[in-house]
């Protein structure tokens, strides 16, 4: 995705520390989000992903520091900063007891949309989740995925000036999970901005103008998904030889820019053309007949391993409350 020059922030955060006992969930982070576009938070278990998303929906209040979401103080304006925030935590926080449709139109009344526009807006979500044959139904009915949708359709009906999805599509199937993308880049295209927690890479790099990883509370890693991969190390250069046998012996004719034999054939990171240039003079130069040859970015999940070295995130962090109650 492509950030639009001149965009202003619309959530900024400054110096954010929140501590559960002895544990430091947050330790001075830093944040910034362009209006319009869509933040990615990255993190192992317990890195304080959720507990950001909390501060910033003033659903926690932080122990030291400051945030601001679309021009409205987090700890002095906290009113005024729900009705222009929408919310899907990492459960599904809908009333069991009324269908569907209840549930839209009555988070719509209370954003003050008129009747008719209520009802309108709940349509239209309901058929946008694939939920208008469950319409009248009560939630309770509803299987874990229905449940999802419908909460991140609850989240969408003001048409909020941010969002934030703290892993929003957990457990769902992927023809869903590919509607949430739709709705999500829709509703940016209108305006909106996101900040999205996820332990999908696919999802960050679908979605994510920028992103911002976060490890024991600290930002350890932030800027576009290509500036991060760049930092990580560029560029792969894969050769595959016609002749099997000769393997071993491009390895060796490739050592000096650091080549290393893989599956069929060799791997070796190139900084630029210039060196991608030499590598394939030097096979040339050695007679190699090649039989496929590649260049490849390291993926997003080999960035996140290598910026914080763990495994790949997990989903939730410490302490957690089950739900994210409240807020819309």
């Given amino acids: 995705m492509t950030v639009s020059a001149g965009r202003t922030p619309a959530v900024v955060v400054r110096g954010m520390v929140k501590h559960y006992?002895?544990?430091?969930?947050?330790?001075?982070?830093?944040?910034?989000?362009?209006?319009?576009?869509?933040?990615?938070?990255?993190?192992?278990?317990?890195?304080?992903?959720?507990?950001?998303?909390?501060?910033?929906?003033?659903?926690?209040?932080?122990?030291?520091?400051?945030?601001?979401?679309?021009?409205?103080?987090?700890?002095?304006?906290?009113?005024?900063?729900?009705?222009?925030?929408g919310l899907t935590g990492q459960y599904a926080s809908v009333d069991e007891l009324l269908s569907?449709?209840?549930?839209?139109?009555?988070?719509?009344?209370?954003?003050?949309?008129?009747?008719?526009?209520?009802?309108?807006?709940?349509?239209?979500?309901?058929?946008?989740?694939?939920?208008?044959?469950?319409?009248?139904?009560?939630?309770?009915?509803?299987?874990?995925?229905?449940?999802?949708?419908?909460?991140?359709?609850?989240?969408?009906?003001?048409?909020?000036?941010?969002l934030f999805l703290d892993e929003p599509t957990t457990g769902l199937d992927p023809r869903t999970r590919n509607e949430v993308w739709q709705e999500v880049q829709r509703m940016v295209g209108e305006g909106s901005t996101v900040l999205l927690t996820t332990q999908y890479m696919e999802e960050a790099e679908q979605l994510a103008h920028d992103?911002?990883?976060?490890?024991?509370?600290?930002?350890?890693?932030?800027?576009?998904?290509?500036?991060?991969?760049?930092?990580?190390?560029?560029?792969?250069?894969?050769?595959?030889?016609?002749?099997?046998?000769?393997?071993?012996?491009?390895?060796?004719?490739?050592?000096?820019?650091?080549?290393?034999?893989?599956?069929?054939?060799?791997?070796?990171?190139?900084g630029g053309e210039e060196q991608l240039t030499a590598v394939i003079a030097e096979l040339a130069r050695g007679g190699f007949a090649v039989a496929g040859i590649e260049t490849r970015m390291p993926s997003l999940e080999e960035v996140f391993l290598t910026i914080t070295g763990t495994g790949t995130p997990e989903r939730q962090d410490v302490p957690e409350q089950k739900q994210m109650e409240g807020v819309r």
């Avoid at 469950?134 to 941010?162: C, E, F, H, N």
Wanted: charged share 25%; glycine share 14%.
């Fill in 21 to 85: 006992g002895e544990t430091k969930a947050l330790d001075g982070v830093d944040l910034d989000v362009q209006e319009g576009t869509v933040r990615g938070v990255l993190g192992p278990n317990g890195a304080g992903k959720t507990t950001l998303v909390r501060i910033l929906s003033t659903l926690v209040k932080p122990d030291a520091g400051t945030a601001a979401v679309a021009g409205l103080d987090v700890e002095r304006q906290p009113r005024q900063l729900r009705r222009a925030i």
């Fill in 211 to 270: 992103l911002t990883v976060i490890d024991k509370g600290r930002v350890i890693a932030d800027g576009s998904v290509g500036a991060l991969k760049r930092q990580v190390g560029g560029q792969t250069l894969t050769v595959r030889p016609a002749v099997a046998d000769q393997l071993d012996e491009m390895v060796c004719r490739l050592a000096g820019h650091g080549a290393k034999a893989i599956d069929g054939g060799v791997a070796l990171p190139v």
């Fill in 100 to 162: 569907g449709y209840e549930n839209l139109y009555l988070i719509g009344r209370l954003l003050d949309l008129s009747a008719k526009g209520a009802k309108a807006r709940a349509g239209e979500l309901l058929e946008r989740f694939s939920l208008t044959d469950a319409a009248k139904r009560p939630a309770k009915t509803y299987s874990g995925g229905m449940r999802r949708r419908l909460d991140l359709a609850a989240s969408m009906i003001g048409q909020p000036r941010v």
